[in-house]
């Protein structure tokens, strides 16, 4: 007997069936995927807008907070210059204190006039 003929109407039926139910699957889970594809695309997208966004706001309170420093220094120039006994000369021993004090500062550590005062290597 042929394997051909072995095969009963309802082997085709089942065979035929799985095969529909297969065929669909795939067709969901492809339908899903393109799904899960697009929302993850999606969701990069607004990370990459979200990320750019927070650059741009740390940008700018960087340039906001050097804005504030440098009317800050201004005024305390202003300030300085203006105190009464401006006009003063200085000592040599207040001078040195003053600079030695600012020298320690990561701001003014490379100053030429804190060299002076670096400590030796």
Known sequence: ????????????????????????AAALLDGK???VEAKLGQEQHEAATASGKDAVE???????RASQSDRTTLENDRAIR???G????????????TLRGLCQRRS????P???QFAPAK
Do not use: F, Q, W
């Open 1 to 24: 007997m042929s394997i051909l003929r072995a095969i009963t109407p309802r082997a085709v039926a089942a065979i035929l069936a799985l095969a529909v139910v297969i065929g669909v």
């Open 108 to 111: 003014y550590s490379d100053h």
């Open 33 to 35: 995927n393109a799904k």
């Open 113 to 115: 006039r804190c060299v």
């Open 82 to 84: 203006n105190a009464e």
């Open 58 to 64: 740390t940008s700018t309170g960087v340039s906001a």
């Open 86 to 97: 401006a006009d003063m000369p200085v000592t040599d021993d207040l001078r040195n204190v």
